[in-house]
């Protein structure tokens, strides 16, 4: 086991098309990624590296540390490899582990089948060394051990984060439909918002993308919100490492005086819902909140800011029909009442967006769950064509 500052290879892994934004994120904490993939970020660092980057990123799903790469064409050679492995330096016999996996072998069907492979290997060691071994199961809420397997290359990590970071703690009700919090993250970071003027999020749901604003205008990084990591749960592990990392969070949070977000939503409990998030997530005194059609919602005039919908996408037959009526609206909702703003359409109906009736100046690939997802951005002129304010 390496010691908590060994360096090695650390992957940070996100959602499909987040890493441009996840690799914004790992050079503003001063690491240099080494390689960049569209489902995450290599670089080199340690354990000590791993807990920073764990408390601090919005945009990642999971930040793994190398322990070994090696070759094994089935799984008797996986398991060979890994019952040679110091498993005691890493887990203590009292402890418990979980194994997750990326598999792409031909030998192998059925990925947990590799995932037995590999706690039969840990239990067995331990009981050839101890007579003992470690309890095992699915949960993710101590040390969980990571196995990448494709063709003949096989590679074990830590998993430094175990639940996902994805998730940032704050949404105890999720609501209908909600954004994935990393995501809506990853939009604010693509969309022209300085973080100072105005934003204002109709039709907000669950609050997901005003609380991320306020979160991001305000400096509150996801660490503030969440107490258990795997890492947490590792042989070596000194607590002082994270409560030194936890308490620079804390003086890095800024007040922004005058900080105006707007969230509106046709639904009174979604309203409520969004209250109680925002609450949760420590940032409900920079929300406002109504309930209201969108086209009701209050908008600040002369002050150049963002205005961002996510609507609903229609997934079944007769619904799609009323959102055409809803799209129309929406375009012509910035067209009249928004001028001076920028205005962003996240959907993953690009049928639907073409009832906007605006000409986007950008239009930015996300995904959400597997669906094909655009965030239109429409630049809404009054008058003289401005400077857009800086991203």
Known sequence: ???????????????????????????????????????????????????????????????????????????????????????????TVDGYFSISSNVSNDTINNSLFANVKVKDAIVDRFRNKTGERPNSGPELDRTVIHLYWKDSLAEIFIDTSGETLSKHGYRKIPGKAPMLESLAAATLLAVKWDRRSVFINPMCGSGTVAIEAALLATNRKPGLLRFN?????????????????????????IDVPGLKIIATDISEDAVNISKINAGIAGVEEYIEFAVCDFEETNIPEEENGVIYFNPEYGD??????????????????????????????????????????????????????????????????SGTKRIAPIP
């Not at 945009?59 to 070994?68: D, G, H, Y």
């Not at 947490?232 to 994270?242: A, F, N, R, S, T």
């Not at 609206?329 to 009442?337: E, P, Q, S, T, V």
């Open 1 to 91: 086991m390496p010691s908590f500052t060994t360096p090695s290879r650390i992957i940070i892994t996100c959602s499909n098309r987040l890493s441009p934004y996840l690799q914004m994120e790992v050079a503003e904490l001063g690491y240099k990624p080494e390689r960049i993939f569209k489902t995450g970020v290599e670089l080199k660092g340690t354990l000590v590296d791993c807990i920073r980057l764990n408390l601090n990123l919005r945009c990642a799903s999971q930040v793994l540390f190398s322990l070994q790469e090696f070759r094994a064409d089935n799984a008797d050679d996986l398991y060979k490899a890994l019952i040679d492995f110091s498993w005691e330096d890493i887990l």
């Open 229 to 253: 990591y795997a890492f947490m749960h590792l042989v070596g592990y000194d607590e002082k490492m994270y409560n030194d990392e936890f308490k620079k969070l804390e003086r890095q949070v």
């Open 316 to 381: 079944r037959l007769g619904v799609e029909a009323e959102l055409e009526i809803t799209y129309k609206r929406i375009g012509d909702f910035l067209k009249k009442k928004c001028k001076g703003y920028f205005g962003y359409i996240f959907t993953g109906n690009l049928e639907l967006a073409k009832k906007i009736g605006l000409k986007p100046n950008r239009r930015i690939e996300f995904y959400t769950s597997k669906i094909d997802c655009r965030l239109f951005e429409y630049e809404l002129y």
